[in-house]
Every structure is written in structure tokens, then in C-alpha cells.
């Protein structure tokens, strides 16, 4: 089996209340200039997440300095920890470092003026190269109905209905957080098989991301869709986000963190390695095994090269 995905433990309250003051602040700034750049909440939240473990790192074994002055050798002893004691994979070091490297570029570009001497240091020390630690986890249609059945059985409607909208349009995790409820209308059902959304949703692309329509098969998606609609209005839940997540009392839409932890708790339930991207692997195949053609599937979902629906297919 490959590797575990290996979730944020490492930034709790109780560490990051003692956490310099300073570095808290620059990174409010930075997450301030990101948003003026009107970068995705999903990208911002992601430098938040990463550069948040790199204080409270800084905190634990490296007297808590300002960020500024951390030198070459500061970022060496960074990785070294992040490789050895956390044992995190090369990619995702390579992302974490890339995180205080972006947060760098801020304050050498932007804050010049207060720090006339500083620069970008992160990227002198060579990053771990890179190499496969996962592998690849093929659903089956015996897992997945067994996951959707256990949830269902247990009234976990929302967490069902988001399982579903994953098998049934092969969306990545980010994307699946924007898709609206009003796009499962019954006007939005095309051919009828497909929701169609009635406008573009931000997908994974070069630059700031492409935007493509997503479409959602209407017989594997709806069952499941009904049911957190019924419970929801019970809740009290009003809105146009699909999914929610109740905190201190209060329900707020859901984000990253939230569907990081069904999917640990999926792992738990099929005592498999369960990520939101293997569906996307099952969705593929299962488009293949209904003998639909190979460009009719890259245009669902919203691939520019055929070439991809022979890689997503576990078909052999």
C-alpha cells in the first residue's frame, strides 16, 4: 500500500497563541495582499495552512525568530525537519517550501521599503527531488456502494451527497466546494442524463486556473442530493454553497479542511488509502465501461488532450 495522506496536526491553539507576534502579522499582510490579487480562497488558504506550520516549526525548535531574519541555514534545518521528523513526502515538501518562498517574493517586491536588504533565500537550499510515494487507489463499485451505503445508514446525508458528486462528475477536490445548489435544477438536466452547470466553474489550469462547465450524471448524483437537501432545511441551513461544517454553533460553508477530514474518515470506513482524486479515476472508468467514446469523455470532463482518459482509466 503507498503512502498515507498526511494531515495538519502539527498547528494547534495552544501553539500557535505563543507564536511570535510579528509573524503573525506578516502573514495577515501577505494573506491581505493575496486576496488584493484576487488569488482563489482555495490558494489562500493553502499558503495560510502551510505557512502556519512553518511558524509554529519556527516556534518549536528555532527560538521563534522574525521571519526576516531567518538565513540559509534556518530553511535547511526547515526541511530537514519537515523530511525526517514529519516524514512528509517530497512533493509536499516542495509545496510547504514553495509557500514561504511566495511569502519571501512579498516581502522583497512589496516590502522593500521597511526591508530595503532582504531576499528571497528559500530557494538556495535544493528542494528534495521528487519521487512517487503514493499509490494509486482504484475504487471498485462494491467500495464505493458500501461507503455511500454506510453513510446513508448512518445519516450522514451531507458527507453522502459530496462522495456522490465526486463519483458522478470526477471533480477535484477544490472544485467540488463550488458547485451551487442551484445548479442541480431540473432545467440544468441535459440529454437527460447530465446536469450541466448554467455557468463555469474554476477548474485546474496554467495561470489563474481555466473555467469550464461541469456536468454531473443526474442517476448516480440526485438520490443523494435529495436527501442533505431534506436534511439541511431541517438544520436550518440556507445558502447557495453545497456543503456546510457547523463551528462554535454556527453553520459556515465548507472548505478544504472539512473535506480532508471525511476523506480521513472514508479511509477509516473502507480501511483503504481514500483520497477525493481517486474518484476521479473511478469516474473515468466507469464512462469507459459504458462504452462512451474517448473525446465525448475528455469534453465531460473538460480535459484539453484525449491522451488523459487513457491515463485516468484503470481499464486494461
Not at 440529454?191 to 496554467?206: D, F, Q
Not at 462547465?213 to 440526485?222: A, G, I, M, N
Amino acid at each position: 500500500m503507498g503512502r498515507k495522506t498526511k494531515q495538519n496536526t502539527i498547528v494547534t491553539p495552544e501553539l500557535w497563541d505563543k507564536v511570535l507576534d510579528k509573524n503573525k502579522e506578516l502573514l495577515d499582510e501577505f494573506l491581505d495582499y493575496c486576496r488584493g490579487k484576487n488569488m482563489s480562497p482555495t490558494s489562500i488558504s493553502g499558503y495560510c495552512n502551510d505557512i502556519e506550520i512553518c511558524w509554529v516549526w519556527n516556534l518549536q525548535h528555532n527560538k521563534n525568530k522574525f521571519y526576516i531574519d531567518f538565513n540559509k541555514k534556518d530553511i535547511l534545518k526547515y526541511q530537514n525537519w519537515l523530511i525526517s521528523t514529519q516524514q512528509l513526502s517530497s512533493n509536499r515538501v516542495r509545496r510547504l517550501k514553495s509557500s514561504i518562498s511566495s511569502l519571501s517574493n512579498y516581502i522583497e517586491t512589496i516590502l522593500d521599503d521597511e526591508y530595503p536588504d532582504y531576499r528571497n533565500i528559500v530557494n538556495k537550499i535544493p528542494a528534495p527531488p521528487k519521487q512517487d510515494v503514493r499509490e494509486k487507489t482504484v475504487l471498485t463499485d462494491e467500495q464505493v456502494d458500501q461507503l455511500l451505503d454506510y453513510l446513508v445508514k448512518n445519516e450522514k446525508y451531507q458527507q453522502a451527497c459530496a462522495v456522490a458528486l465526486a463519483v458522478a462528475s470526477g471533480s477535484r477536490k477544490s472544485e467540488l466546494l463550488r458547485f451551487k445548489v442551484s445548479h442541480f435544477a431540473d432545467e440544468n438536466i441535459k440529454y437527460g442524463a447530465l446536469y450541466k452547470t448554467p455557468e463555469k466553474i474554476k477548474t485546474k489550469g496554467r495561470g489563474n486556473g481555466k473555467f469550464i462547465h461541469r456536468y454531473v450524471l443526474v442517476k448516480t448524483f440526485k438520490p443523494y442530493f435529495d436527501l442533505w437537501m431534506k436534511q439541511r432545511k431541517e438544520l436550518g441551513i440556507e445558502g447557495e454553497e453545497l456543503f456546510w461544517n457547523r463551528r462554535n454553533g454556527v453553520w459556515k460553508p465548507g472548505d478544504i479542511s472539512l473535506l480532508n477530514s471525511w476523506a480521513m474518515t472514508f479511509s477509516k470506513i473502507l480501511g483503504i488509502d481514500w483520497y477525493w482524486h481517486c474518484n476521479r479515476n473511478y469516474f473515468t472508468t466507469s464512462l469507459c465501461r459504458a462504452n462512451i467514446p474517448a473525446d465525448v469523455i475528455k469534453d465531460i470532463i473538460g480535459w484539453d488532450s484525449v491522451n488523459m482518459v487513457s491515463l485516468y482509466s484503470s481499464i486494461e
